[in-house]
């Protein structure tokens, strides 16, 4: 079965942290998404990689294909951080994307 | 400001009630997607419009009916529904439907079902 799973389910850090989200995959993909998701609802794609690095301001995604695993981290943790951080993958034998449950992010004052 | 507008915001309807929910975009993007998402859970795949064409139904319910009048434009119609369809309702829209590109998505529509 192809699975996506990501870790911690929560995680809760003080201002100024630095934060890191992990998400682990079974089998190959073509493509790996980072979303963002505020209380209201609404999605905001962060990242979408495939290979290597990529960094924007204070966040930065890895993968590592041959351990079929991702990282997104976070530099100098703001409350306005806060959120579920999903992320989602598109299998190389499929079109659509698996999402992970999520990781629901507290940033404190 | 989100790309993807999904109107309404909110909607509260009882179990014989028709409505529907609207979804524009004007990036120029070719693949459009209806998601379902429940509290605490990620969302859920419930159809995909590629080229204004139906490619993919996730096996959802014939209550749910969607349309795709253009290719800027995304209708999903609701008759009939039950309470169990209380969720989150999201738009997202891509450049084509490969799973390769990054999707955009709405603000969603959170519809609660009496």
């Known amino acids: 079965k192809n699975e996506v799973e990501q870790s911690p389910q929560n995680l809760t850090a003080q201002e100024g942290e630095f934060i890191t989200i992990n998400c682990s995959y079974s089998?190959?993909?073509?493509?790996l998404h980072w979303l963002q998701q505020h209380p209201g609802g609404g999605i905001v794609s962060l990242f979408m990689l495939s290979s290597g690095k990529k960094k924007h301001g204070r966040l930065i995604a890895t993968i590592n294909i041959q351990e079929k695993h991702s990282s997104l981290h976070i530099t100098a943790s703001h409350p306005r951080d806060s959120a579920v951080y999903i992320c989602?993958?598109?299998?190389?034998?499929?079109?659509?994307?698996?999402f992970g449950e999520g990781t629901q992010l507290t940033v404190n004052p | 400001d989100t790309e993807v507008t999904q109107t309404p915001k909110h909607l509260v309807m009882g179990m014989t009630n028709k409505k529907s929910l609207k979804c524009e975009q004007h990036m120029g993007h070719r693949a459009m997607y209806w998601y379902k998402q429940k509290a605490k859970k990620p969302p859920e795949l419930m159809f995909v419009y590629s080229y204004e064409k139906l490619s993919i139904n996730e096996s959802v319910p014939s209550r749910f009916s969607p349309e795709c009048p253009n290719s800027s434009l995304l209708n999903l119609h609701l008759h009939a529904l039950q309470p169990e369809d209380s969720a989150l309702y999201l738009c997202?829209?891509?450049?084509?439907?490969?799973?390769?590109?990054?999707?955009?998505f709405g603000d969603g529509t959170r519809l609660s079902i009496l």
């Open positions: 989602a993958v598109r299998w190389t034998s499929g079109s659509r994307l698996t």
């Open positions: 089998v190959g993909i073509s493509a």
């Open positions: 997202a829209s891509s450049q084509e439907g490969s799973g390769n590109q990054p999707q955009h």
